[in-house]
């Protein structure tokens, strides 16, 4: 499935106009002007961050993904899952140039890790924002290369708000995302880096992002090489901290009962014999 890399502002516009979505007290947009204001900042966001907004791909886990470079020196941020198993990888930059990337550390509860450009900057990289103060309705931008890594295209652009917030520091947004966007960056409209795209929910507009503050937490950690944690069999918004039974369970009609599906390794319910 491949998506195009500039997203309709024009449809965008009239789906503001048409009220489909609920109105935030701090909602920027008014009027006509206003959305030619939102649209001129959504692009200019854009443009400052695709240079920096990278495919990672391993060759050992034939996996791949997406991430972005915050320091000149190529630190990259990106989700636990898209290197897990890996420990080298190929940086892709959006104009095809590959350098080698390391894996460092992970939080595999948060679904959030660091890699390290294995090659001389300094590197496009983009600026480090918030994620605590972000309420329900504020606007953010999402990149990432959406089903793989396209030398056709830039990585799309997805345009939406933040639908609430969780704990563990995540977040949830309706921006459009799917497979390869795992990993990329979520921005705000000033250009700052505010999550990463964690996984998708219920729908492709129902996303969740681990918040950059939970980064912030673990930095040296993971920046040390430090792997720890596991990550969730269920939805991501589960509290690492809360006590959990570790299974999966799903739904088969004409069985009574819970079917489980899986057992997380390590759990309770893996020790019970589950």
Not at 174 to 195: A, E, R, V
Request: glycine content about 14%; charged content about 20%.
């Amino acid at each position: 499935m491949k998506m195009n890399s500039i997203f309709p502002l024009a449809g965008v516009g009239l789906w503001l106009l048409s009220g489909s979505m609920a109105a935030n007290a701090a909602d920027p947009v008014r009027s006509l002007s206003d959305i030619t204001k939102l649209e001129a900042k959504v692009q200019a966001v854009s443009k400052k961050t695709m240079p920096a907004t990278v495919a990672l791909l391993s060759e050992k886990t034939q996996s791949s993904g997406s991430g972005v470079i915050t320091t000149a020196d190529g630190l990259i941020l990106t989700a636990a899952h898209v290197v897990q198993g890996a420990e080298e990888l190929s940086v892709v930059f959006p104009d095809g140039k590959q350098v080698p990337g390391k894996v460092l550390g992970a939080n595999y509860s948060r679904d959030i890790a660091m890699v390290q450009i294995e090659g001389k900057g300094p590197w496009p990289h983009v600026e480090m924002g918030a994620s605590k103060p972000l309420v329900a309705g504020d606007w953010v931008i999402a990149l990432g290369h959406s089903a793989g890594f396209d030398a056709a295209r830039t990585p799309p652009v997805r345009f939406g708000r933040v639908v609430s917030k969780g704990p563990g520091n995540f977040l949830t947004t309706d921006c459009t995302l799917i497979g390869g966007d795992s990993g990329g960056p979520l921005f705000d409209l000033n250009g700052k880096i505010i999550g990463i795209n964690s996984s998708i929910g219920m729908s492709l507009t129902n996303n969740n992002h681990a918040g950059i503050d939970g980064f912030k937490d673990d930095w040296d950690r993971m920046l040390a090489g430090e792997a720890w944690g596991e990550l969730s069999m269920n939805h991501p918004f589960a509290n690492p901290d809360m006590p959990v039974l570790g299974i999966k369970m799903g739904e088969r009609r004409g069985v009574k009962g819970v079917p489980v599906v899986g057992v997380s390794p390590r759990s309770p319910s893996a020790a019970a014999g589950v």
